[in-house]
């Protein structure tokens, strides 16, 4: 059992610790590991961590309750994502409330080609229900990974679509891996597996709550190039969904429809508000990603994909230290010597530029710019 994960799993189940703080516990700390080793006094000393979270890192039973999780997944053969592995999807990486670990089940590696997001209301007319369709097998035919909520209404009228042009689709889910809800969807969640998934990042046991629900739609967006929104009413999962997108400096795109119907107002509004980009067909929104397709191409031809990295910001410190690695692998001994940086101040900086992606250590303690 890889205790790196292990320690990450257990900090997510820390009741009140979000991602946000765990990862700055774990840069003030310098490991996962040693967060649960850190005593209560120098726990007090990290900002944002008061004596009621100390307490419950001291004396709380997440590790008990996060090997029973791993031992779980393993026999469920369910993959565990934490933050730093290679198959976490680099994109949602970037967000600052990225989750420390993520489940998922299914074939899909969200890392080998583009994800877009069709998202609308749960009460979805045949009007939405079609147009769900037409972008979602349009761009499953084309080697896009279609995700979605796996709701009622827009979010499951793509998901079928996908499958059923034999693409990729994505569901992410609000709540543990051992079920699946609704109900209704459970043999088309099995079906999206074969060359899609599900994810969420959330525990078995775990029920869908309402709570949960917008906490979901920021790993939507995250994981996504763009967001493309169907039908929305004047509030509800759809527009939280495109707001964070927009957020997370996602692209957002909406179907604009006739004024005064209910599950127009919300993608009007988007486009009003200058949130979302008006478009009336799946074609825009890969010309507008600037995603190269044939449209004279074979039913079903895979897109030529450039992944590009977002562009990330970084310290004077943090570029220092990746000046020196230009030059090739170094240790920390002989990054602290060139930039002229103590050990306690290097280590939760090297951390937290692990964590953005920036870096990666390679065996014998050297460090790599990746």
């Known amino acids: 059992m890889n205790p790196h994960t292990l320690s990450l799993l257990a900090l997510s189940l820390v009741r009140g610790l979000g991602p946000v703080t765990a990862k700055n516990l774990i840069a003030y700390c310098g490991s996962p590991e040693s967060v649960f080793h850190t005593s209560t006094a120098k726990l007090l000393q990290i900002p944002g961590i008061g004596a009621k979270t100390a307490a419950l890192l001291r004396n709380s039973n997440t590790l008990a309750q996060a090997e029973a999780e791993l031992a779980f997944c393993e026999k469920h053969q369910v993959r565990v994502l934490p933050y730093l592995d290679a198959d976490y999807p680099y994109r949602l990486k970037y967000i600052h409330d990225a ?45 896009i990974n279609v995700v979605s909520g796996l709701a009622y209404g827009v979010d499951i009228a793509a998901h079928r679509a996908a499958v059923r042009v034999e693409g990729i689709t994505t569901g992410v889910l609000a709540h543990g891996l051992d079920r699946i809800y609704p109900n209704a969807h459970r043999h088309k969640a099995m079906e999206m597996c074969r060359k899609g998934g599900l994810i969420s990042e959330y525990i078995s046991g775990i029920k869908p709550d309402a709570m949960n629900f917008p906490a979901r739609n920021r790993i939507i967006a995250g994981l996504c190039r763009g967001v493309v929104v ?27 429809g006739s004024i005064g119907l209910p599950y127009s107002v919300g993608c009007n509004a988007l486009i009003r508000d200058n949130i979302a980009k008006l478009v009336m067909s799946p ?52 990054i602290g010597l060139h930039i002229r940086m103590p050990m306690s101040k290097l280590s939760p900086l090297l951390l937290g530029m692990e964590f953005k992606g920036l870096i990666k250590q390679r065996p014998g303690k050297k460090f790599r710019r990746l």
């Open 230 to 256: 169907v039908e929305a009413a004047k509030t509800g999962g759809a527009l939280i969904t495109a707001n964070m997108a927009f957020r997370q400096n996602r692209e957002v795109y909406a179907i604009p």
């Open 283 to 334: 074609e825009e929104v890969l010309e507008d990603l600037e995603i190269q397709w044939n449209p004279e191409g074979a039913r079903g031809k895979q897109l030529e994909l450039a992944l590009k990295a977002p562009a990330i910001p970084v310290t004077a410190e943090e570029s220092k230290v990746l000046n020196v690695l230009s030059k090739g692998d170094a240790t920390i001994d002989q």
């Open 99 to 143: 989750p420390l670990v993520l489940f998922q089940t299914g074939a899909v590696n969200l890392n080998a080609q583009e994800n877009i997001a069709i998202v609308g209301t749960r009460k979805a007319t045949d009007y939405g229900k079609e147009l769900a369709d037409t972008f979602a097998s349009f761009f499953a035919q084309k080697g």
